[in-house]
């Protein structure tokens, strides 16, 4: 009781299980150096001071309130009390109710909650100087605990505001200040961020997702604050992260969303979900607190990396929003071998809008994709996209028209006729060299139009033909090669939207070139402003250097034709044709 305080706890106490420690209003406890008042019963107190006996007390002079154990049950109900000059309070089992208590001064965490522990706080505060805190520890710690509810409370001067791992979280009206994140998840957790709460005067000002792999069920609730990723986040083949709508997920520089489970992410037409770069203050605020000193760019960060191992029927992102993404040449969505459904999302600022690698074949529709610095959708000659009611947005990409991604075919494919709602039969864009192996055959349908050019200054913009290429037209629906600046063919004819400023001129794309073995069709195609330069091929015994031409024919039989006769080439070894 009042009477005899302060009460001198030299060496610690112990509430042994069945009994109770109450605890009178006024009283003050004073704690000796490393003692440790452990409640495996009950502590009922109201107005009381906990606190260090030393004559200059100190963060981390004793050790906190601990409250059970890994054999018995505690519970703490603390009201308007002051617990200061501590290591850190950790509940283990049972439970610690807070109302309007202030915890200060300690040098580790200022409540850990874990096992089968379970924290309510309600009003007060949880604050330290510690600058060991500030640069290792949480204000709240929760460790595969129970339950932390949260309301009305304040947390200062920790590296982070509340951690949670494997834990259930509840946050409401809560206000965090002077942290670097004021919530950090370090795993999947049950966690809510409710009512009114204050993250403005953190280094961060967002949710930090603290671990790199989900290997479980994660669901993003909506909360007024952005989600931060610093480092890539990979979804394993048994992982699903489920984003709620109105969310906004910011992403580090050079950081990518990989997925080779379940990405849900279904947002509606009055709350998108955006993806975006942590430099973006146009979504949900100045996460990294610079004002205008950086600002977004084009490729800022990977983008949405859909992986073959993917889910692709339950892999969903619909009214989301993709902005600066596509870092080291790519989209602000990337398929590999992979198909997920895109429904209703817009796509702006990135390197290229959708990039389609390998066996994709997703599902794109009523998407609007523009402001790319290359072309606003990508894609191999294997890929597949179903693409309906779609919008290109002519604005500020390179290239008005369907990029196709260079390198070694890995199946067949086909290249067909593909429309957006405002551009009837898009022209293709060869980006670079495309290489169709042996027993691989690439089938250009009637009618398309590929332009290329020399955009890096490479001599690669070319196709060579070690399988069988088949580009079998009409004398109505010509198939057309020519150059990036020729603006008499495809749509929309001026793709590089330049006007008349640049003209074409032989040189501007590389050609296609058969190598010894392969075959093909090439039926009333338009080649126009090609040339091979210093393709080298071996000649019986020496090197040869296959040069101007738009067609080179390196002892192989493709079949020619382009009137009503057809021009066979036979295989010799110095054979070549022009």
Aim: hydrophobic share 35%.
């Amino acid at each position: 009781n009042f009477t005899g305080s302060p009460y001198l706890v030299p060496f610690g106490l112990v509430v042994n299980p069945g009994a109770t420690l109450t605890v009178e209003q006024g009283v003050e406890l004073k704690f000796g150096n490393y003692a440790t008042l452990q409640v495996l019963g009950s502590l009922q107190a109201q107005g009381v001071i906990f606190t260090s006996g030393a004559s200059a007390p100190e963060p981390g002079n004793w050790n906190g309130i601990v409250t059970g154990n890994d054999f018995h049950a505690g519970t703490v109900n603390l009201t308007d009390c002051e617990v200061k000059f501590y290591h850190e309070c950790v509940v283990v089992k049972g439970q610690m109710n807070a109302s309007n208590t202030s915890f200060s001064e300690s040098n580790a965490h200022g409540i850990v909650v874990t096992k089968s522990g379970s924290l309510q706080l309600t009003g007060g505060i949880i604050q330290t100087p510690s600058e060991y805190s500030f640069s290792y520890h949480s204000g709240i710690y929760a460790d595969t605990s129970e339950s932390v509810t949260v309301s009305g409370s304040s947390i200062r001067h920790f590296r982070n505001g509340v951690t949670g791992d494997h834990s259930n979280i509840s946050l409401a009206d809560i206000d965090i200040r002077d942290t670097y994140y004021p919530v950090e998840l370090k795993s999947s957790n049950n966690f809510a961020l409710t009512g009114n709460s204050n993250f403005e005067f953190n280094t961060y000002k967002a949710v930090y997702i603290g671990f790199s792999e989900l290997n479980d069920t994660l669901t993003l609730p909506m909360i007024q604050y952005p989600y931060l990723f610093m480092g890539h986040f990979n979804i394993k083949e048994t992982g699903k992260l489920i984003v709620s709508p109105g969310n906004v997920l910011k992403f580090g520089d050079y950081v990518s969303l990989n997925i080779k489970g379940v990405l849900v992410a279904n947002g509606s037409i009055s709350e998108n979900i955006i993806f975006t770069s942590l430099r973006d203050d146009n979504a949900k605020g100045d996460t990294n607190g610079d004002g205008t000193i950086t600002a977004p760019e084009t490729g800022k960060w990977y983008g949405i990396n859909f992986e073959n191992e993917s889910a692709d029927s339950e892999n969903l992102m619909r009214h989301c929003i993709i902005r600066y993404g596509g870092y080291d040449y790519r989209g602000g969505v990337n398929t590999y071998h992979a198909s997920p459904t895109i429904d209703s999302c817009s796509f702006a600022n990135n390197y290229f809008g959708i990039f389609l690698s390998g066996v994709s074949k997703p599902v794109i529709s009523n998407t609007t994709i523009g402001s790319s610095s290359m072309t606003p959708l990508a894609m191999s000659f294997e890929a597949d996209p179903v693409l309906n009611n779609n919008v290109l947005s002519f604005s500020d990409n390179a290239y008005d028209a369907i990029g196709i991604i260079g390198g070694y075919m890995s199946a067949n494919g086909t290249l067909k006729v593909r429309s957006f709602t405002d551009v009837p039969n898009i022209t293709y864009y060869l980006l670079n060299e495309i290489i169709i192996p042996e027993n691989v055959t690439l089938t250009i349908n009637k009618g398309i139009t590929i332009k290329s050019f020399n955009h890096d200054g490479r001599w690669d913009k070319r196709i060579i033909v070690y399988g069988n290429l088949v580009a079998d037209a009409t004398a109505s629906e010509v198939i057309n090669f020519t150059s990036a600046r020729d603006d008499n063919y495809g749509y929309p004819a001026d793709c590089n939207k330049d006007g008349t400023m640049t003209s074409p001129v032989i040189n501007d794309w590389g050609g296609i070139i058969f190598q010894p073995g392969s075959s093909g069709l090439l039926n009333y195609c338009r080649f126009k402003y090609a040339e091979i330069n210093n393709f080298s091929y071996p000649n019986c015994n020496q090197y040869d250097n296959a040069n101007y031409s738009a067609v080179a024919i390196i002892d192989a039989g493709p079949v020619i034709t382009n009137r009503s006769e057809e021009r066979r080439v036979g295989k010799e070894c110095r054979s070549r044709w022009s």
